[in-house]
């Protein structure tokens, strides 16, 4: 592809919300977009994802997030004219404790209030939602139908040639190495391809954003973070439609339409590197943790083992919109949930971006608001 010196805006990192962001920007009329990857299409945590999709949230803002992407999602393939492999089995989250259901019941009730149908249901109901389970030692649990889950490959796939047929270019395989400042405003970026003048650079770099920002002179209190992830064999379809999850049990398991059974963990001691690599240790307690409550999966044998990086925050939100550097725009600190809220997040600056009215006003999350002490604490993520 030939290479561009200049574009009206230059997004770094070519996973889902980069090519998301790229898309509406060019759906709305900004279509002279560069978009820089260092790796390839889903070589980052978009691609080492689980690929969830949930609306059950416990604060406003992440609420109104999720349901808006789940509304982009039901209608995505009709949209970019490709399959995202929606699969819509639920969310069937797990309470061990009365203090953790009243928590999820009171996020319910916030859901509710803003057009979510979530709801209680018994552990005979659960067991009719997923058929496999042994969960006799839960308290409670809640369920929303409209959850599940898609793929992460063809979702970001569709979302890129969507854009590329509107003059979007995609460059793989160029590492941004430097953002170009003049007179406190962003005039560009340096990539291992070259220099690119660009009027307005958007960070969408995932757990790597802390680094782009400090090229351009702003500090994010963002982090990487290692989680590790397992995929089994294919076993008889039914065993788990829902994406099973707690947040005390600290675990989410589901199986995929094709049968195997994909789930993770968050890992002990949260380790902040960027070493992708995956250990025995996880492997031992993911196994002892899905065998516990779905018995009928003991002795299934794991195909796939690997791990990705969470961009965390300090409150667990997102970071979106602009730096103290003028036009110098950034999308991160989706604390492992960037997939799912990825097409809102990209609609929504894009939106801003061009002049519109966003559909869901995000100037609460600003990036100063850590100064400022106004975090938005998010309760439900493990």
Avoid at 166 to 172: C, I, P, Q, S
Avoid at 351 to 370: A, C, N, V
Wanted: glycine share 12%; with cysteine; net charge negative.
């Amino acid at each position: 592809m030939t290479w561009k010196n200049r574009a009206d805006v230059v997004i770094v990192g070519g996973g889902i919300l980069g090519v998301a962001t790229a898309y509406y920007l060019a759906k709305f009329g900004r279509k002279d977009v560069v978009v820089l990857e260092k790796g390839a299409v889903c070589s980052g945590s978009t691609g080492r994802c689980g690929a969830g999709i949930r609306a059950q949230w416990g604060t406003e803002m992440n609420c109104r997030l999720a349901v808006a992407a789940l509304d982009i999602f039901e209608q995505l393939d009709d949209e970019l004219g490709l399959p995202t492999g929606l699969n819509q089995g639920g969310y069937l989250l797990v309470a061990y404790s009365e203090h953790e259901f009243g928590n999820l019941k009171k996020g319910m009730e916030l859901q509710n209030s803003l057009g979510i149908k979530s709801k209680t249901v018994s552990l005979a109901e659960a067991r009719e939602i997923c058929p496999a389970l042994d969960a006799s030692d839960a308290v409670g649990f809640t369920y929303h139908h409209r959850d599940g889950h898609a793929d992460p490959f063809l979702t970001t796939f569709a979302f890129l040639e969507a854009a590329k047929k509107m003059g979007v270019t995609y460059l793989r395989k160029t590492e941004v190495t430097g953002v170009s400042v003049k007179e406190n405003r962003v005039t560009g970026v340096d990539s291992t391809g070259g220099h690119i003048d660009a009027d307005i650079v958007i960070n969408c770099a995932g757990a790597y954003a802390q680094e782009i920002a400090k090229m351009a002179g702003v500090e994010l209190p963002n982090w990487g973070e290692r989680h590790e992830i397992m995929i089994t064999e294919p076993v008889d379809p039914g065993v788990c439609p829902p994406m099973l999850m707690s947040f005390s049990g600290n675990y989410y398991i589901q199986q995929r339409p094709h049968g195997s059974i994909i789930c993770g963990v968050s890992p002990e001691g949260h380790p902040q590197d960027f070493k992708l690599r995956a250990t025995w240790q996880f492997i031992t307690h993911m196994s002892t943790v899905l065998a516990k409550l779905l018995p009928v999966t003991r002795g299934i044998r794991v195909v796939r083992h690997w791990s990705g990086l969470y961009d965390m925050t300090p409150d667990g939100s997102p970071i979106i919109g602009e730096t103290d550097v003028k036009n110098f725009y950034h999308s991160t600190g989706y604390s492992g949930h960037g997939f799912m809220l990825g097409p809102i997040a990209g609609k929504v600056l894009a939106q801003h971006l061009t002049g519109s009215k966003p559909d869901i006003d995000f100037s609460k999350l600003d990036y100063r608001r850590f100064a400022r002490g106004e975090l938005i604490i998010e309760p439900n993520i493990t």
